[in-house]
């Protein structure tokens, strides 16, 4: 998978009410898709570390490739 069909993915798999719910927990993200946490381990899990695709995920902005992106840097580290 690409940065491209992940964050297509991730459209797929966010909810409007996830995205509403976030805000329960201080996050206000400007871009985000509304993936549960426990969806986006699983789409980690299953990926794998791959440093070039963290940074591409990074550089899009929305927070939840910002958080798969993220979770893989501190596995490596």
Do not use: N
Request: glycine share 10%.
């Amino acid at each position: 998978m690409d940065a491209g069909e992940i964050l297509k993915w991730l459209e797929r798999q966010g909810t409007k009410r996830t995205v509403e719910g976030m805000a329960r927990y201080g996050i206000r993200a400007e871009r985000a898709f509304g993936v549960t946490v426990g969806t986006l381990q699983s789409l980690a899990k299953r990926l794998g570390k791959d440093h070039a695709l963290s940074l591409a995920l990074w550089e899009t902005g929305w927070y939840e490739a910002r958080l798969l992106a993220r979770w893989w840097a501190s596995r490596s580290a």
